[in-house]
Antibody, heavy 119, light 107 residues
Framework: EVQLVESGGGLVQPGGSLRLSCAASGFTFSSYSMNWVRQAPGKGLEWVSYISSSSSTIYYADSVKGRFTISRDNAKNSLYLQMNSLRAEDTAVYYC????????????WGQGTLVTVSS | DIQMTQSPSSLSASVGDRVTITCQAS??????LNWYQQKPGKAPKLLIYDASNLETGVPSRFSGSGSGTDFTFTISSLQPEDIATYYCQQYDNLPPAFGPGTKVDIK
C-alpha cells in the first residue's frame, strides 16, 4: 500500500522555523519527483516547491523563495521542507505530493500536516 | 504567471444529473491540465491529467476535455459520493497554478 505520511507541523511564532517531513512507503520513492502543496484554512490549493528524483532540480513559489528549502533523502524514503522566517500567511495544511502535479501518474498525496504561525 | 479561473464557484445538482465545470487559463497551456477532487478534511485526489486522461481507478462518469485556454470537466451522472470541491491545475509553465475551485453538492 502506498503511503505518504507528513509530520512536523504545529504552532510557531512569526519569524520562527519549522521542519516538515514526509515519509514514503509502498513505491520506489527514489524514482519519483516530489512536491509540497499547501492550503490555507478554508482556501484553495497553492503549489510551494518541487524537487526532482535526484535532487538536481529544485523550484519554489515566489511566496516562499529564500525562506523555505526543500530536500530529500532517498536512502530514508523521506522528503523535507525547512521553513524559516515564517509569517502568518504561511498558516496552512502542507501536503507532500508526488509527480501528478506535473501530469505524471500515478499520483500520491499525504494526509497533510497543519502549520499555524501565530503569536 | 498563468492565472486559472473556474466557473461556477459552486453548484447544487440532483443525483443522476450531468454536471459541468469550466476552467480557463490566462494563456495557452496546450493540454497540460489536471482536475482534482477534494473532499472535506481530505487530500486532493487526481482524477484527470493531460486535460482528458482518466487516472487509473477513477470512475468513467468523470471526463475532461479542452485544449489551449478553455477546458471542461464533466460528471455524467452525479452520485452522492461526488460531493466535493473540484480544482483545475495547469502545469504548462512554472509555477503550477490551481483554479479557485468549484464546490459541488446535492440539491
Amino acid at each position: 500500500e502506498v503511503q505518504l505520511v507528513e509530520s512536523g507541523g504545529g504552532l510557531v511564532q512569526p519569524g520562527g522555523s519549522l521542519r516538515l517531513s514526509c515519509a514514503a512507503s509502498g513505491f520506489t520513492f527514489s524514482s519519483y519527483s516530489m512536491n509540497w502543496v499547501r492550503q490555507a484554512p478554508g482556501k484553495g490549493l497553492e503549489w510551494v516547491s518541487y524537487i526532482s528524483s535526484s535532487s538536481s532540480t529544485i523550484y519554489y513559489a515566489d511566496s516562499v523563495k529564500g525562506r523555505f528549502t526543500i530536500s530529500r533523502d532517498n536512502a530514508k524514503n523521506s522528503l523535507y521542507l525547512q521553513m524559516n522566517s515564517l509569517r502568518a500567511e504561511d498558516t496552512a495544511v502542507y501536503y507532500c505530493a508526488s509527480r501528478g502535479v506535473f501530469g505524471v501518474v500515478p499520483d500520491y498525496w499525504g494526509q497533510g500536516t497543519l502549520v499555524t504561525v501565530s503569536s | 504567471d498563468i492565472q486559472m479561473t473556474q466557473s461556477p464557484s459552486s453548484l447544487s445538482a440532483s443525483v443522476g444529473d450531468r454536471v459541468t465545470i469550466t476552467c480557463q487559463a490566462s494563456q495557452d497551456i496546450s493540454n497540460y491540465l489536471n482536475w482534482y477532487q477534494q473532499k472535506p478534511g481530505k487530500a486532493p485526489k487526481l482524477l484527470i491529467y493531460d486535460a482528458s486522461n482518466l487516472e487509473t481507478g477513477v470512475p468513467s462518469r468523470f471526463s475532461g476535455s479542452g485544449s489551449g485556454t478553455d477546458f471542461t470537466f464533466t460528471i455524467s451522472s452525479l452520485q452522492p459520493e461526488d460531493i466535493a470541491t473540484y480544482y483545475c491545475q495547469q502545469y504548462d509553465n512554472l509555477p503550477p497554478a490551481f483554479g479557485p475551485g468549484t464546490k459541488v453538492d446535492i440539491k
